[in-house]
């Protein structure tokens, strides 16, 4: 059985630039969330997709968007990058229905 | 609105003693679930345990064990005999009601360092 997995593993990017974050669902995974941690603190809930639709969405600025495919991977993307969206970004899937999440190893972002 | 404190920033403790991380919670839902997850340097939320609000009963597992308590809307986590392997930032977490999806609310973390 596949774990999540995430790609890129690390990313630079410049102020004001665009970045889109890949991740692939555990086996029989269709609820992906993408969660934001910044250094020291705990992961903040962003967004999640079942069935390629936005499922929920924490206090994020419409700059962060995602996408959820047929085959449940999902992307975030963030445009405009500030340099507070410098973080570690962790996707997780869970099985519809199930509270339980599964986590990658997720992408840290640095914005300069 | 959703909370959960983690007050203990840091510990630090000698292979073999044993530690209690805390977790206080806040939450208006009577129906909820709290997990524990475990993040090495590696950076990956490795899960750790996960219990429902209608479950007060205490869990061991192996050197793990978990006390839950609603009149004081814990849930601590206790390691014994605690080991090098074990040094990682640990999370405690809230989840929505299971209402078909989950989101998680986590706290800030503590930091747990075991010494030879």
């Known amino acids: 059985e596949t774990g999540v997995t995430q790609s890129p593993t690390h990313l630079i990017k410049t102020r004001g630039q665009q970045v889109t974050l890949r991740c692939s669902s555990q086996?029989?995974?269709?609820?992906v969330s993408w969660y934001q941690q910044a250094l020291g603190q705990g992961p903040q809930f962003i967004f999640q997709y079942y069935r390629e639709e936005e499922n929920g969405r924490g206090n994020f600025p419409p700059r962060f968007s995602g996408l959820q495919f047929p085959n449940y991977s999902s992307e975030l993307n963030v445009n405009a990058l500030e340099l507070d969206d410098s973080a570690l970004y962790l996707c997780?899937?869970?099985?519809?229905?199930?509270?339980?999440?599964?986590f990658g190893q997720g992408t840290r972002l640095t914005v300069v | 609105a959703q909370k959960v404190t983690q007050a203990q920033t840091e510990i630090s403790v000698v292979e073999k003693e044993d530690v209690t991380l805390d977790c206080v919670y806040e939450t208006r839902d009577t129906t909820y679930y709290l997990f524990w997850y475990k993040q090495p340097p590696s950076g990956e939320l490795v899960f750790l345990i996960r219990?429902?609000?209608?479950?007060?009963q205490n869990e061991i597992s192996g050197r793990y064990s978990w006390n839950f308590q609603k009149s004081t809307s814990s849930f601590n986590f206790t390691i014994t005999a605690s080991q090098v392997v074990d040094s990682a930032v640990y999370f405690c977490?809230?989840?929505?009601?299971?209402?078909?999806?989950?989101?998680?609310?986590f706290g800030k973390g503590t930091m747990l360092l075991v010494s030879p």
């Open positions: 086996s029989g995974h269709n609820t």
């Open positions: 977490a809230l989840s929505d009601p299971p209402s078909g999806y989950s989101t998680l609310t």
């Open positions: 997780a899937s869970s099985p519809r229905g199930v509270t339980e999440a599964f």
């Open positions: 219990r429902n609000s209608f479950d007060e």
